[in-house]
């Protein structure tokens, strides 16, 4: 004697499944909340991760600041700077920077009025422009990374730029601060000939 058991028929690849002649099973349910719960936790560390930039409060503050920066046309220029970083301690006091052409071409420390007898390594001192430019290369350098900033209202000048590491890196951020800016030769300015 045998059972008449009955098979399920097989429903095939391109047939449509009737939601009422098959609901959905408790383990379709289960794998469902499963799925979700993992979008739920990765979708955060996603956004995070796609965000616009690391420019606080917000990237546009940067690009105003550059353009007011730039409109004054400044190609030589006059401004007491100083680098807080886990670098030589000289770059911690504040020193009186001469720009030209965005090169610093003459340092000169503040408290004293001694000049620096070996010409201004790049790494040391940076022009306005050259923390600008590292401010906009900042956040993507390194996964984590972001800066913030604060900027003289008129000038554009940075009064301070906090280039900031991921947590996981102890000592690879710098703070540059800017002051007392003497403008110069503006790129706009002509040269007087004399006439004969």
């Given at each position: 004697?045998t059972?008449?058991?009955?098979?399920?028929?097989?429903?095939?690849?391109?047939?449509?499944?009737?939601?009422?002649?098959f609901?959905?099973?408790?383990?379709?349910?289960?794998?469902?909340?499963?799925?979700?719960?993992?979008?739920?936790?990765?979708a955060?560390w996603?956004?995070?991760?796609?965000?616009?930039?690391?420019?606080?409060?917000?990237?546009?503050g940067?690009?105003?600041?550059?353009a007011?920066?730039?409109?004054?046309?400044?190609?030589?220029?006059?401004?007491?700077?100083?680098?807080?970083?886990?670098?030589?301690?000289?770059?911690?006091?504040?020193?009186?920077?001469?720009?030209?052409?965005?090169?610093v071409?003459?340092?000169?420390?503040v408290?004293?009025?001694?000049?620096?007898?070996?010409?201004?390594?790049?790494?040391?001192?940076r022009?306005?422009?050259?923390?600008?430019?590292?401010?906009?290369?900042?956040?993507?350098?390194?996964?984590?990374?972001?800066?913030?900033a604060?900027?003289?209202?008129?000038?554009?000048?940075?009064?301070?730029?906090?280039l900031?590491t991921?947590?996981?890196?102890?000592?690879?951020?710098?703070?540059?601060?800017?002051?007392?800016?003497?403008?110069?030769?503006?790129?706009?300015?002509?040269?007087?000939?004399?006439?004969?």
């Amino acid at each position: 004697m045998t059972l008449g058991i009955a098979r399920p028929r097989r429903v095939l690849h391109d047939e449509v499944r009737d939601v009422r002649r098959f609901p959905l099973s408790p383990r379709d349910i289960l794998m469902m909340t499963r799925h979700l719960r993992v979008v739920l936790l990765i979708a955060p560390w996603l956004l995070l991760a796609c965000r616009d930039d690391g420019i606080s409060p917000d990237g546009r503050g940067l690009e105003i600041a550059e353009a007011r920066w730039r409109a004054q046309g400044l190609s030589h220029y006059t401004v007491e700077t100083r680098v807080l970083c886990f670098c030589t301690p000289e770059v911690n006091r504040w020193h009186e920077i001469t720009v030209a052409s965005d090169s610093v071409i003459a340092v000169r420390r503040v408290e004293t009025g001694e000049v620096q007898g070996e010409p201004a390594q790049p790494s040391w001192f940076r022009s306005v422009e050259g923390v600008f430019q590292l401010a906009r290369r900042w956040p993507s350098m390194e996964r984590g990374n972001r800066v913030e900033a604060s900027f003289a209202a008129p000038t554009g000048l940075p009064e301070r730029v906090s280039l900031i590491t991921s947590p996981a890196i102890a000592d690879g951020g710098a703070v540059y601060e800017y002051r007392a800016l003497k403008p110069g030769l503006t790129g706009n300015a002509r040269v007087a000939r004399s006439v004969p």
